[in-house]
């Protein structure tokens, strides 16, 4: 089997990644109506008639919480929807058979700089897990493996910058 081109390995990998974008899109709309739902609720537990009982008022005030590690976990989600994207666009590059395409250096640069910003949002919501109430503090260790593979698709961005360059070279050459 083939790795570029149309009815190539690449291909299929774009379907999936075309399929997993769809769901990403699902799930933050999903995210999003949720945090609504929990602001709406915190406000005016009156809106749910039949969610009511005894402990309302306690369930009610921890709305904006929920609502705000909702939004953390939107924000996650948006960074890897950014991430799918990027694949999903160099590998379309691939099943066209340009795997040196100039924008493909920015996409793998893209994708670097979201993995370090997930990375680091994991560390800042790790940081404020104790300053909430009800929230334990979970291990956050230094993660060998996410930076070395930010820096690891750091590298291939250059290597596909070189290659663009090589590309353009032999496009000049008589």
């Known amino acids: 089997m083939r790795a570029l081109g149309p ?3 690449s291909s ?16 933050l709309g999903a995210v999003g109506l949720a945090v609504l739902a929990a602001l709406l609720f915190s406000f005016n537990p009156d809106i749910f008639p039949g969610v009511m009982s005894a ?3 306690q369930v009610a005030s921890r709305g904006p919480l929920f609502a705000l590690a909702l939004l953390a976990f939107g924000i996650f989600v948006g960074g890897v929807l950014v991430i799918v994207d990027a694949l999903r666009r160099i590998f379309m590059t691939l099943t066209a058979g340009d795997p040196f395409h100039p924008r493909n250096v920015q996409r793998l640069r893209l994708i670097g700089v ?4 997930l990375e680091i949002w994991r ?6 897990g ?3 109430p009800s929230m334990k503090r979970e291990d956050a260790d230094f993660n060998l493996t996410a930076w070395f593979s930010v820096f690891v698709v750091f590298v291939l961005a250059e290597v596909f910058r070189e290659g663009a360059r090589l590309r353009r070279e032999a496009e000049l050459t008589i």
């Open 7 to 9: 009815g190539s390995v």
């Open 12 to 27: 299929f990998l774009k379907i999936i990644l075309d399929v997993v974008f769809a769901a990403l899109w699902i799930g």
């Open 55 to 57: 402990d309302v008022a």
């Open 114 to 117: 979201m993995l370090g910003a």
């Open 123 to 128: 560390y800042v919501i790790w940081w404020l």
């Open 130 to 132: 104790p300053m909430l």
